[in-house]
């Protein structure tokens, strides 16, 4: 069964850092690029960035450039998101899907994990 699991989210104050992480089960990293969405409410889910499963490129939204890191860690089959200089428009859930390498749509998506950025 494949499951995503995100975690590390919270409550921190603009100009903070958060570090959330995708466990990921039942596929390995290899075949799947990882992507992470976000969902602020009222507003439409927007993609954030994803790595690819052949190299580990990356690939980040205009806004995340600079503040955002996507990375991975194969043996713990675990995706990344290091988010610094966080601004109170970043308040969203936060989630990470699997697409699997040829595939046109992301096939699993995690539960989400909350991002509340607030003095």
């Known amino acids: 069964q494949v499951q995503l699991v995100e975690s590390g989210g919270g409550l921190v104050q603009p100009g903070g850092s958060l570090r959330l992480s995708c466990a990921v089960s039942g596929i390995t990293l290899d075949y799947y690029n990882i992507g992470w969405y976000r969902q602020a409410p009222g507003k439409e889910r927007e993609g954030v960035s994803c790595?690819?499963?052949?190299?580990?490129?990356?690939f980040y939204a205009t806004s995340m450039k600079g503040r955002f890191t996507t990375s991975r860690d194969s043996a713990k089959n675990t995706v990344y998101l290091q988010m610094n200089n966080l601004e109170p428009d970043d308040t969203a859930v936060y989630y990470c899907?699997?697409?699997?390498?040829?595939?046109?749509?992301?096939?699993?998506w995690g539960q989400g994990t909350q991002v509340t950025v607030s003095s």
């Open positions: 899907a699997a697409q699997r390498v040829g595939a046109t749509t992301y096939d699993v």
């Open positions: 790595i690819s499963s052949s190299d580990g490129s990356t």
